[in-house]
C-alpha cells in the first residue's frame, strides 16, 4: 500500500537537500558531492532504480519498534528530495534489492526473518517468511535473469532462493557451520556467491544457482568477508574486507587471489559496487568516513571522498556513473555526526 503520511510531510518541512559541490584542496580532485538528504530514521541499505530514476531507502524508525509503521523512503534521483513513502507495515526494514525488470522491491526484515516484495507500480506488499525458524538475515540480491531472489541468512547458515514470479520462499542453500553475510550472483554462469565469516580462511562460498548444491569454497585468507562486487565480464569478484582493511580481488572461475588491495590503517570497508564502463571500485571504509575510488586495472587507491558521517551502501547508476551512498549515525555514547543518517550523491568526474 502506497501512502503519502502526515510523518512524511512533516520530514519533508524539516529536512532539506543540500546541493553544492565539494571539492578538495588542489587541482587534482576528481568528485564532487552534489547533493545530501537527511532522512527521519535510521538509515541502512539503499538502491538506484534506473527505470523511474528514484532512490529508495530501508532503515527503521529509531528505537527499533516492532510495534510502529516503518517505511520505504523514495528520493528523487536528481536532486535525493523525498517524495514519498512505501508502508512495510510493521516490520523493521535493514536490507534491499531490486529486480529491475519487474519492478519489484524486495526489503529484508532481519528482526521478523521475512522479506517483503513490494510492486512499484501497484504499491503492493506481499510478506515471504523464512522457511526456518530462529533465521537472521543480511543481504538480498536479484537474479533479474531467473527472476529469482537469493538472502543470506546467518541465523541458519543457508542462503534463501525466492521464486520472484510468485514471491514465495522456494528452498535454502545450507552451509552448517558457516556465517553467511555477504552475497553476489552472477546470472549467466548460474552461480551465487557468500561470504563465510567463520573464520580466517575467509571463504567464498560457491553454489549452483540451479541444484543448491556447494560446489566450491575460495579461500580470502582475510576474516570475516563482508560484502560482494562483480565483475561479470572478466569474471572476477571483488570482497569488502572490513577486519583486515582490504578489497580481495577473486578470479571467478579459479578463486585464486588477484590481488589485496589495502585501504589504510582503521578503514573498515563494508559496502562496495563495481563501476565497469570506468572500471572503478567504490567501497564505504566506515571508521574513516570515506568513500575510497579504486582503480580496477591498477589495483590502486586514487581517490578519497569524506562523507562526515558512517558510510553502509553504495548504489550505482551504470548510465552516469552517479553513485548512491547511505550514511548511518554514530552509536548513542558518541558526538553526533554531521550527515548521519543521510544519502550522499556523489559524481566522479572522468579525467
Known amino acids: 500500500m502506497y501512502k503519502r503520511t502526515s510523518l512524511l510531510l512533516a520530514a519533508l518541512a524539516l529536512t532539506s537537500t543540500l546541493s553544492f559541490a565539494q571539492e578538495q584542496d588542489g587541482e587534482d580532485n576528481n568528485y564532487e558531492i552534489v547533493h545530501i538528504q537527511k532522512l527521519p530514521n535510521e ?39 523525498i517524495t514519498d513513502s512505501i508502508t512495510v507495515g510493521k516490520n523493521l526494514p535493514f536490507g534491499i534489492a531490486l529486480n529491475n525488470k519487474t519492478q519489484t522491491l524486495y526489503v529484508g526484515h532481519s528482526m521478523q526473518n521475512a522479506v517483503s516484495a513490494l510492486d512499484l507500480k501497484t504499491k503492493k506488499q506481499t510478506l515471504i517468511p523464512g522457511g526456518k525458524e530462529k533465521g537472521k538475515i543480511r543481504e538480498l540480491v536479484a537474479d533479474e535473469r ?32 558457516a556465517y553467511l553475510i555477504g552475497l553476489g550472483v552472477d546470472s549467466e554462469r548460474e552461480k551465487v556467491y557468500g561470504t563465510d565469516g567463520q573464520d580466517m580462511k575467509g571463504n567464498i562460498l560457491v553454489f549452483d544457482t540451479k541444484t543448491g548444491k556447494l560446489e566450491n569454497s575460495f579461500k580470502t585468507w582475510s576474516y570475516c568477508p563482508l560484502n560482494i562486487a562483480l565483475d561479470l565480464t572478466q569474471n572476477r569478484i571483488f570482497v569488502s574486507q572490513s577486519n583486515d582493511n582490504n578489497i580481495t580481488v577473486l578470479n571467478g572461475e579459479t578463486g585464486e587471489i588477484i590481488d589485496k588491495v589495502y585501504l589504510g590503517f582503521n578503514s573498515s570497508p563494508i559496502g562496495l559496487v563495481y563501476d565497469a564502463s570506468n572500471n572503478l571500485i567504490y567501497t564505504a571504509n ?30 550505482l547508476d551504470p548510465k552516469t556513473g552517479m553513485i548512491y551512498v547511505t550514511n548511518k549515525e554514530a552509536n548513542r555514547n558518541a558526538e553526533p555526526l554531521e550527515n548521519g543518517n543521510t544519502v550522499i550523491k556523489i559524481r566522479y568526474k572522468k579525467g
Open 146 to 177: 531467473s527472476n529469482t531472489v537469493y538472502v543470506s541468512d546467518h541465523g541458519v547458515p543457508s542462503i534463501w532462493q525466492i521464486d520472484g514470479k510468485t514471491n514465495t520462499y522456494l528452498r535454502s542453500f545450507e552451509k552448517p557451520g
Open 43 to 81: 538509515v541502512y541499505q539503499l538502491v538506484y532504480n534506473p527505470t523511474d530514476n528514484n532512490v529508495y531507502v530501508a532503515g527503521p524508525k529509531k528505537g527499533f519498534n516492532r510495534d510502529t509503521e516503518n517505511f520505504i523512503y523514495v528520493l528523487n534521483g536528481n536532486d535525493l528530495q
Open 286 to 315: 566506515r571508521v574513516k568516513q570515506e568513500v575510497a575510488v579504486v582503480d580496477a586495472t591498477t589495483y590502486k587507491v586514487i581517490d578519497r571522498i569524506p562523507t562526515d558521517g558512517l558510510p553502509n551502501t553504495i548504489s
